[in-house]
């Protein structure tokens, strides 16, 4: 008889049902395949939204992922040497100012905004869109968008600022040199491009060349003279610098003043403190306690640090709001202008380098240059106008890049939740204080086209901020998802 099947296991199992087993197996090894590499493409599906939302910051990033993880969408590309006061022309027509009002208004007209809401919108070529609300605003952090204007177009982006140690006869001098990121200990990460100057290495270089002449015991003294002035506004709130809440400004300090979370009330003797025992750790020893000093001109250069770019230092200003930096910063325009390096020399420059731009300055008040102080006033035109100008130079056309950009960097990593469609698509510089909210930036709306704009609350309600800025990120996010545009 022939045989119709094969042994298996002691029986005879026909060929058919052998061949449905390996069929099994063949579907079962697929299926085993399937899964896994279904599974991959999902979660690499899920993760690659999650991070285009922004919600994988404080994962990936512990917060802010910064402004070199952030790919802007293709309408926030700038030139980098821009020939004209536009962005990268890649858009197909223009915004109707109608139509632009018609979305922006309703979202005005939040009642949490308060009384008075002011708003102004323009082309990236400068034609006013819309406008409404009359007058200046308490401006908030917005304030910065000038400052940083101003240093840009005033002092070239790639300067430096140097920290020395100097000889003064049997003394040593630590000279400030305005440097607001000078820290303890090297940057701990290779993308912290700001923290480029740091007093251990100086400690290391000044060490060396002192024992290089034969020096192992030094007296330090401090110079903090190259800004002069009140370190502290007085249109500033009292509490400010008692509260914990500002440092007083000064050309030499370490880690913005602040140690163990607890702000110098002296930051240049604190600094020269740090700098000593830093010293001694190199096998310096240093008599006495640290004193104030003015270097003398010419004095031999025994060590020195530099700081990060200027470009950079108003990249970190501007993204995460820094206060401090704003006002070291304000001084420098002041130098660089001929004036005195103090409030009123800083904030005069800046106007002056508005104007020297054809900015329109009409009822500005500045008091500083972080925008602390509720006394400041600014309109929504010149914030948007000191914008559209900034994209026409190559000095200044960074400012924009450097803005944060909605859901992703910056003091805007948290905001704008649930509305998608602004998310990665806005860039703008925020203003908070209570009751005070602003935002100023660029959105691109949903047909590809830029628009450049300030919206600004000063008498919101107070009991309810997280709603106030809630409701400013509506207005942008009504440009954002506008479809504004007509055909070119």
Not at 72 to 89: F, I, K, M, N, V
Not at 122 to 144: E, H, I, N
Not at 191 to 196: A, E, H, K, L, S
Not at 297 to 309: D, F, I, K, M, Y
């Amino acid at each position: 008889m022939r045989r119709t099947g094969t042994w298996h296991d002691g029986g005879l199992y026909s060929l058919a049902h052998v061949r449905a087993t390996r069929g099994r197996r063949v579907a079962d090894g697929l299926v085993a395949i399937a899964v896994p590499v279904l599974t991959l493409v999902l979660v690499v599906v899920l993760a690659t939204t999650l991070w285009q939302r922004g919600d994988l910051n404080r994962f990936v990033c512990d917060g802010d992922c910064g402004p070199s993880n952030v790919v802007p969408p293709l309408g926030l590309q700038l030139r980098e040497a821009p020939a004209a006061s536009t962005p990268d022309g890649t858009v197909s027509g223009t915004v109707d100012p109608r139509k632009l009002e018609a979305v922006v208004r309703p979202a005005l007209d939040d009642t949490v905004l308060g009384p008075r809401v002011g708003f102004a919108a323009v082309a990236p070529d400068g034609t006013p869109l819309f406008s409404s609300g009359p007058g200046t605003y308490a401006p908030a952090s917005t304030t910065k968008v000038l400052t940083s204007f101003a240093a840009l177009s005033t002092i070239d982006p790639q300067t430096r600022f140097a920290t020395k140690v100097v000889r003064s006869g049997d003394d040593l001098v630590l000279v400030g040199g305005g440097d607001p990121y000078l820290s303890t200990k090297p940057a701990r990460r290779a993308g912290d491009r700001v923290f480029q100057a740091d007093l251990t290495t100086l400690a290391r270089r000044t060490a060396a060349s002192l024992k290089a002449s034969g020096t192992t015991s030094v007296r330090l003294r401090y110079d903090a003279s190259l800004f002069t002035g009140a370190d502290a506004s007085p249109e500033w709130e009292p509490d400010y610098v008692t509260a914990n809440i500002v440092t007083r400004i000064s050309a030499l300090w370490v880690d913005q003043g602040i140690s163990d979370g607890v702000r110098a009330a002296d930051p240049p003797n604190a600094a020269a403190r740090t700098f000593a025992r830093l010293l001694a750790d190199q096998g310096v020893t240093v008599t006495g306690d640290p004193s104030p000093a003015t270097a003398e001109a010419g004095a031999p250069v025994v060590g020195e640090v530099r700081s990060a770019t200027l470009a950079q230092i108003v990249e970190t200003l501007v993204r995460i709001s820094d206060n401090e930096a704003a006002e070291v910063v304000l001084r420098h325009v002041a130098r660089a202008a001929g004036g005195s390096a103090d409030f009123a020399g800083g904030t005069a420059a800046v106007v002056a380098a508005l104007e020297d731009a054809g900015i329109d300055t009409d009822g500005l008040v500045l008091n500083d240059g972080s925008g602390l102080s509720r006394a400041n006033r600014i309109s929504p035109a010149t914030l948007v106008q000191t914008l559209q100008k900034s994209v026409g130079s190559s000095r200044t056309s960074e400012l924009l890049a450097d803005l944060p950009v909605a859901g992703f960097t910056g003091t805007l990593v948290d905001r704008f939740s649930g509305l998608a469609g602004a998310r990665g698509e806005v860039r703008a510089k925020t203003g908070t204080l209570t009751g005070i909210h602003s935002l100023a930036g660029y959105a691109v709306d949903a047909d590809g086209s830029p628009v450049l704009f300030a919206v600004m609350s000063d008498r919101s309600d107070r009991d309810q901020p997280l709603q106030a800025q809630a409701a400013l990120d509506a207005v942008t996010a009504a440009i954002a998802t506008c479809r504004c545009s007509t055909p070119g």
